[in-house]
């Protein structure tokens, strides 16, 4: 007698536990001898597989405790025993025949304190172990499947089978003993938790009730049920069953020996009650099922077990004999059929004292001799060995290829078939289920050609080949497989060898006690059990392995093994898995470790691209006081944010910066929060840095904020850069009258409300702002000089940079164009706007002069693109048509007309330019950006335009060249994103007083009504002679360029050409010293806004003393409080203004 396992409740699962249950009181096996059910005298039950494993255990969790908390008493059994096929297990009350509580009646406890019954399903391995090749997961009970198919079952059987659970009327349910699952499809066994339930036919359960056998094949698209006599299958594709037409033949028919699919065949061991002979039968799934079309071969003792590997049947039979058939498919006549041919017999009976003894037989592939080292490769994936468990000991007969039978196995192909087996080997102890694979995959050879194995309470083992790396010649001192043991938290039902997953099953409770009152539930004996259901689970074994590598020091298989699934979608925490086991075990010892693993671990995954990754994330799930011995492992952590950097990983590098934060003084993190800043901001990763600016701002005040390791995609706080410009209308065709006091911005400014926002005005004083304030500037610098001026737009509407106020400050240094040729390029370029052209009917058009231009194809144009966008809902979900329309009257319309040639006639008084949408600058980055057909739909002013337009044209009878020169001014138009974008930069450049940039975009959208306004302003304002002496040499510059490169904007310039004329006039008076003078502020009494004086002249002349400081806290604390006296009839957070 040898003590192999001890079935142990530990106190680390059940605290204080020798207090609770008492001794053992009872232990009953199931029938099929896979499970044990053990009670103990103080209550509770608990299931047990035969090794050990624990399935259910009812002294804990909803078990032990109800839904408010409070403690259950738990069931005390006096008798149980198993019913049939081990689907119930009947319980008598240890209560119900005592009289040890007088204040219940007898009768309730003889009504209600009775029998109880437990309904369990279990694997289709525990009667049927030749599944354990298959992938899929079939749970059988006494009238039903559960089973896991494949995505083509799911895609081709539409019906709902989300309610699978609702069936369960049990009390209890836990899976038996093993099973197996599909890995057709990875996204459909992990992808949700439902069941395909297949109810069985119910004709046939009317006569063989309970299913003591089910199979199901390799597709997981049919599956077939062994009842008390015959047998049934059912197409989850056609949801058809199909049964015995003769039901004679049904009823002498007892399969004994197990069921298995082969192809489109059903094979399966049977006892001929007729003829009292034991059969093995085939039967085709597609012809009727009836014995007519049944190939059957007569079989000398009965068979117990059956199994499939390849096109070879291999029964074991009640002798102790191993019979190995082949079996072959042949086409005649309208139905195929199969023929079966005895080729080998292996007595076994020296080895097994007892037939029954045998739990399961498989034939497979596996050999103590990888498959490199076979003198024919091709022998790896033949039938090479048998693996019996016996009672837990699991033995390998291996073919015998020592003889010259490998010399003469070319000539004669029937000989490699009759070699003899070796004496039985012990591979492992204790084994309950053993699963293998006959599939090839030269990515992956060692998943597949391994052999897993479940050890119960002892967890699992792998049988993995070890392979020489580049095909070189072995070590002869290296062993050519070996044993590796892992522990899972899950009961293992199948395993998907390419997948590296485990797949299981575990028994899931949901409280129902709260339906019953206090008074009833001492009446319901159930009420102490929750309501169970079996769910689907999974769990990851490669870290396992590889850590027993290198454990082993065999760290180049655990690399080849390692780069073989890399593809892994989760490879990644594969690795984060493994370090931090080794990192928890090592670091939390009490005792020191003469050897330790995590180095060599580190090590290892420096091999892989996933390394910084994987430190980070393993280092923010674990606890700091971990740190240390992690990092003194695998690096200083300064030097991994730099390599991220280096690597161009910005997320990972953020979440180095919390490592930093915890472990360095701030000035380090302030010093590497700074160079993840200034590359994000040239990176344009907006979401990143809106959490490195309220990183470097706790910073400095002390607070622990830091930013999450992976920034969100988009927060609410994104669109609040657009908030400050977002309550604003914009008229673009005021009369002269009103140029001079636009151009000193009088304006209502309120500053946002939003997060980002609130950075420009809140702790204003603080030196934290400056410093961030000061690389924001930097980068705004070298965005314009670059002119990159969608790159400026978003980043000011990311940011909430108040790009107004700065570019103020720079109007006469970064914000200045040196070169307008080279800027109308670079903003051609960026906004994918294409270059005009003269058609060849321009000569002989009447637009050549310029006499419709205004009139018709300007008001066309803006129609299209401005009008479109008037009154555009913005992200708040509120429309802006009330307040566009409420602001349209307080603004006093001039009566004065410019010119003929700029005006626009009395409809474009109504064109306003809306404020855009907070991502109209994403244009390229992760953010969505609405068509411009969306955007169209959203104005409630388009079909007015057009009117107006169809007007125009029926009024002036268009000839054919006249709209093909419309369609043709159309075409050279850019897409109406960047038509927006455009003018929303002229808008804000008009604000800041840059005409010069003001001018380019004017070229570039061809509209002399922006150049009209730029030398208004010029003739009306003092302005420096500097910048009217640029603008004109630009706009030479241009005109010289259009003359030789492009001559489509010459139409543009020669209406453009008085203007032009008299801005020389205009350079020329400003010659004069007295053109430099300052305008006299009592020109604007009713000006409110410090900053007018700054958009009026440039700082260095400006009389006002707030104008070299704009952007200062003082100057913006001034400025909300003359806001906010002056802002009476304007809602807060509005920003209202008129450019010309």
């Known amino acids: 007698m040898q003590l192999s396992h001890k079935l142990e409740l530990t106190p680390k699962q059940y605290p204080d536990i020798w207090n609770k249950t008492g001794p053992v009181k009872l232990i009953r096996w199931s029938p099929d001898s896979c499970v044990v059910m053990v009670t103990w005298e103080c209550g509770g039950l608990s299931l047990w597989s035969v090794f050990g494993a624990q399935l259910i255990c009812t002294l804990g969790g909803d078990f032990a405790y109800q839904s408010d908390g409070a403690k259950k008493d738990p069931l005390k059994i006096s008798s149980m025993t198993w019913g049939s096929e081990g689907y119930h297990l009947w319980v008598i009350d240890g209560n119900s025949s005592s009289n040890m509580k007088p204040e219940r009646d007898a009768n309730n406890k003889a ?73 057709q499809g990875l996204s459909t066994l992990l992808g949700h938790r439902h069941w395909h339930v297949v109810q069985i036919h119910s004709t046939y359960l009317e006569s063989n009730w309970p299913i003591r056998f089910s199979a199901i094949d390799k597709l997981g698209q049919n599956v077939a049920v062994v009842g008390k006599f015959g047998f049934a299958h059912y197409s989850l594709l056609t949801k058809k069953w199909k049964l015995f037409g003769n039901i004679t033949q049904e009823q002498n028919m007892m399969v004994t020996g197990g069921l298995a699919w082969w192809n489109d065949f059903i094979v399966l061991a049977c006892y001929n009650l007729n003829d009292h002979q034991e059969e093995l039968r085939i039967y085709l799934r597609t012809s009727n099922l009836d014995n007519a079309f049944a190939h059957i071969t007569k079989v000398q003792a009965d068979t117990l077990l059956l199994s499939v590997f390849r096109d070879i049947v291999i029964l074991f039979r009640a002798d102790c004999s191993i019979c190995l058939y082949s079996i072959e498919r042949r086409s005649e006549g309208l139905n195929p059929t199969a023929s079966i041919q005895v080729l080998q017999e292996v007595s076994m009976s020296r080895y097994i004292p007892h037939p029954f003894l045998v739990v399961s037989v498989t034939l497979t592939s596996v050999r103590t001799e990888t498959g490199i080292t076979l003198k024919m490769p091709q022998q790896a994936c033949e039938a090479e060995s048998i693996m019996l468990n016996l009672a837990g000991q699991l033995i390998m007969l291996q073919r015998d290829r020592s003889g010259p039978q490998i010399r003469d196995k070319d000539n004669n192909p029937n000989q490699r078939k009759h070699l003899p087996f070796c004496a039985p080997v012990v591979l492992a102890q204790s084994v309950e289920n053993v699963w293998t694979t006959c599939r090839i995959n030269k990515q992956k050879r060692h998943l597949l050609e391994a052999l897993w194995l479940s050890c119960g309470g002892a967890g699992m083992k792998v049988w993995l080949p070890l392979f020489p790396r580049d095909h070189r010649k072995p070590h002869s001192f290296l062993s050519r497989r070996i044993m590796l043991p892992f522990h899972i938290n899950i009961y293992p039902l199948a395993v998907l060898f390419e997948d590296a997953l485990v797949l299981g099953a575990v028994n899931d409770t949901v409280l129902y006690d709260c339906l019953y009152t206090q008074t009833s539930a001492r009446e319901h004996l159930e009420v102490l059990f929750p309501f169970s259901i079996v769910e689907r689970t999974s769990q990851i074994y490669l870290h396992h392995i590889l850590r027993q590598l290198l454990v082993r020091n065999l760290g180049e298989q655990a690399l080849l093994l390692a780069h073989s699934c890399a593809t892994l979608p989760y490879f990644p925490h594969v690795l984060e898995l493994m370090l931090h086991e080794v990192l928890e075990e090592e670091a939390t010892s009490r005792e020191p470790i003469p050897d330790p693993l995590l180095p060599t671990v580190a090590k290892f995954i420096t091999e892989f691209p996933l390394f910084l990754q994987t430190v980070v994330h393993c280092a923010r799930k674990t606890e700091y006081a971990l740190w240390n011995y992690l990092f003194a492992a695998v690096g200083n952590p300064k030097d991994l944010f730099e390599e991220c950097l280096m690597a161009q990983d910005l997320d990972t590098a953020a979440s180095y910066l919390i490592i930093l934060q915890n472990m360095e003084v701030p000035a380090v993190s302030r010093q590497h929060a700074t160079l993840l800043f200034n590359t994000a901001l040239e990176q344009g990763k907006w979401d990143l840095c809106r959490h490195m600016i309220r990183f470097l701002k706790a910073i400095g005040s002390g607070e622990t904020e830091t930013p999450p390791a992976t920034p969100t995609t988009q927060e609410p706080s994104s669109s609040s850069g657009f908030e400050f410009f977002r309550h604003r209308s914009i008229s673009l065709s005021q009369s002269a009258e009103n140029l001079h006091s636009k151009f000193n911005l009088t304006k209502t400014l309120s500053m946002p409300s939003g997060p980002s926002g609130k950075r420009w005005s809140k702790d204003s004083d603080c030196a934290e702002n400056m410093y961030i304030d000061m690389m924001l500037w930097r980068h705004a610098r070298r965005l314009l000089e670059e002119i990159k001026l969608k790159d400026l737009g978003c980043f000011a509407a990311q940011l909430g940079f108040e790009l107004i106020g700065w570019l103020c400050k720079e109007r006469a240094r970064a914000a200045h164009v040196e070169d307008f040729v080279l800027a109308l390029k670079k903003l051609h370029k960026d906004f994918l706007w294409p270059f005009p052209v003269i058609p060849a009917s321009s000569i002989n058009s009447p637009f050549k002069n310029g006499k419709y231009k205004t009139a018709i194809g300007e008001q066309l144009l803006k129609s299209q693109s401005a009008d479109t966008f008037v009154n555009m809902e913005m992200d708040t979900g509120v429309s802006n048509t009330p307040r566009s329309r409420s602001w349209l009257g307080t603004v006093s319309c001039s009566q004065r007309e410019i010119d003929t040639v700029s005006s626009h006639g009395p409809h474009m008084q109504d064109a306003f330019l809306s404020p855009l949408l907070s991502k109209v600058f994403l244009i390229g980055d992760e953010c969505s950006i609405g068509s411009a057909t969306d955007l169209t739909e959203t104005s409630s002013m388009v079909d007015g335009d057009w009117t107006m337009v169809d007007e125009n044209f029926s009024s002036l009878s268009l000839t054919q060249s006249e709209l093909e020169h419309l369609s043709l001014e159309l075409a050279s138009k850019g897409p109406h994103k960047s038509q927006v974008q455009l003018r929303y930069l002229l808008h804000i450049f008009m604000e800041a007083g840059c005409l010069d940039w003001c001018v380019v975009i004017g070229l570039i959208l061809r509209e002399s009504s922006v150049i009209n306004q730029v030398f208004s302003i010029m003739q009306s304002a003092d302005i420096d002679g500097e910048i009217c002496q640029n603008i004109k040499t630009g706009l030479h510059a241009v005109d010289k360029w259009a003359s030789t490169d492009c001559p489509g904007y010459k139409p543009f310039l020669n209406i453009i050409k008085p203007q032009i004329q008299k801005l020389n006039e205009i350079v020329e008076e400003q010659v004069q010293p007295e053109a430099f003078q300052p305008v006299n502020p009592s020109k604007v009494p009713e000006q409110a806004n410090p900053r007018a004086e700054e958009s009026r002249t440039s700082s260095i002349h400006g009389t006002n003393p707030q104008c070299d400081a704009g952007n200062s806290s003082a100057s913006r604390h001034e400025e909300d409080k003359a806001k906010t006296e002056d802002e009476d009839s304007f809602q807060e957070g509005s920003y209202d203004c008129v450019v010309s």
């Open 111 to 183: 009504q209600h304190f009775g029998i109880l019954q437990f309904q369990f399903i279990k694997s289709a391995l525990t009667v049927n172990p030749c599944m354990s090749n298959q992938e899929q997961v079939l749970l059988q009970g006494e009238d039903r499947l559960y089973l896991n198919c494949g995505d083509t079952t799911q895609a081709q059987s539409p019906r709902n089978t989300s309610a699978h659970s609702e069936h369960n009327h049990s009390r209890e349910r836990g899976p038996f003993s093993d099973g197996s699952l599909d890995s």
